[in-house]
C-alpha cells in the first residue's frame, strides 16, 4: 500500500474509506480527522492517557499508537458504536447519574475500558477495577465518582441477570 | 511511504529484503509517539502483526524451554502458562505501562528498541534467552549478551526480523522488582530480576548502564557460598549481595533520575530479590 493508494478500516461493522491521508497517521487522528468520528480523544498522543481507547480485534488499544493503515485488516470498535441505535450504554448512564463525568474529556476512553472489563469479568473486585482502569487518567474527578459509576453498572447487571 | 501487511515470515523477510529502509512494526506503542511528535517520518513500514509465526507462543516440556513470538502481546505472558513457566517475565510484563499498552506491546518491540530500560530485557538478560532473527538466508539465533549492543543498538541486521526468544523454563524461584515514580504507566528508573535456574542464582539490571547488565560477579560470589533458593539467609548476606550488586551497576543522571539513587535502588531491589526467593 503506498501513500496514494485509499484504504478501507472496518469501524463499528461498517466500512469507511480513508482518502486523501498521509499513511503513517496514527488511527485515532484518522477516526477524528478524516472519517469524522471524534468520540476517541486525543490527549498525550502517546499511549499514557487512554482517552483514545479503542477496541481492535476485541482488544482495547490506545487508537493513537496504532498506525490506521496497518488496521485495514482488523474490526475497529470506537466509542460511537458501543449501541448502534446511538443510545446510551448502562455504563454512560452510571458515569451521567453517579456525577463521573466533569470536563468530560477522559470519558470515552473510560466508558470503553469499563465495556471491555465487564465483558471479561462480570464481577471485579476493586483491585481489579483499578488495574483495568489503570491506563485511563481523568484530572478532574479524583477517580472516586468513577469507581463509584463502575460499582452501579455491576449491581444493574447482577441484578438483571438473577 | 508505503504500509506492507506480510501474512507469512517468508513473505516477510522478502519484503524486508526488497525495502532496505523499511521500518518494522508490531505493537507501535515506541515507533508511534516518535510519529505522532514528528520525531520520525518512516519512509516504508512493514507492520507484522498479520505473520503467524510471530505471534504464536509454547512451553516445551520435553525440552524444557519456552519460545515466545515476537508480537505475542505482554497481556499474555501476566497469566496462564506462560507466567506458571517464567514467573520473572510474567511479574516484568505486568509492570509495563498500562492495559491498553500490555494488550499491544511485545517482547519484539522491545528488543528491536533495545532501550536499557525496556522492562523485559533483564528477565531475558537473566535467563540467558535466544533471539531468533530470520532473513531471506535464513535463520540465526543470538544469545541475549550478544544482542544488545548498547542504548538502543543490537546486532540484528537491517534485514533481519526478531521473530522470537528461547527462554528455559523456571526451575527456581524468580522474581522481577522494578522502581519508578508511580505504579502504572512508568518508566523504569531501576530495575532488577533474580532467577535461581539449576540451583545457581543469575541477575541482571535494567535502566542502570548503556545495555542490560549481569552481574557475573556478584552472581559468582553468592554461588560461591554453596546456597540454594531453600536456604535461609542473614540480613548481612543479602546485603552484602545487594552492595555487590550496585557495584555492577553503571547508572547516570538523567532527566528520570540520578546515578546515586539508582545504585541505592538496585541494592535495595537486589536485596529484596534474595530474601524473597530464600524465604518462601
Known sequence: MSSNEFYNLQINGQTHAVKDAWIGESLLYVLRERLGLPGAKGACE?????????????????????MAASAVESEIATIEGLNSDGSLTDVQESFITEGAVQCGF???GLVMAVHHLLEHNQEPDEHEIKEALSGNICRCT?????????????ASRAEANR | MTVLIPHSLN???QMLAETSDAHLLTGGTDMMVEVNFNHRRPSNVISLGRVPELSRWSVDTSTQTVFIGASVPYADMEHGELAVALPALAAAARTVGSPQIRAA???????????PAGDSLPVLAAMNAAIHLHSVEGERIVPFSDFMTGPKKNSCGSHEIITGVTLPISNGWQGYSKVGVRNAMVI????????WQDNMVLVALGSVGPIIIRCYDTEQWLNAQKLSSQT?????????FGRRAAIEARPIDDHRSTAEYRKHAISVLAKRLLQRGTQQ
Request: aromatic fraction near 4%; hydrophobic fraction near 40%.
Open chain 2, 105 to 115: 506491546g511485545s517482547l519484539g518491540g522491545n528488543l528491536g528498541t533495545c532501550s
Open chain 1, 46 to 66: 502517546q499511549g499514557e492517557c487512554g482517552s483514545c481507547t479503542v477496541f481492535i480485534d476485541g482488544k482495547a488499544v490506545c487508537s493513537c499508537l496504532v
Open chain 1, 106 to 108: 477522559c470519558t470515552p
Open chain 2, 232 to 240: 535461609s539467609i542473614t540480613t548481612e548476606l543479602a546485603q552484602e
Open chain 1, 142 to 154: 479524583g477517580y472516586g465518582r468513577i469507581f463509584a459509576a463502575v460499582d452501579v453498572v455491576i
Open chain 2, 11 to 13: 513473505e516477510a523477510v
Open chain 2, 188 to 195: 523504569s528508573v531501576a530495575s532488577c530480576c533474580l532467577a
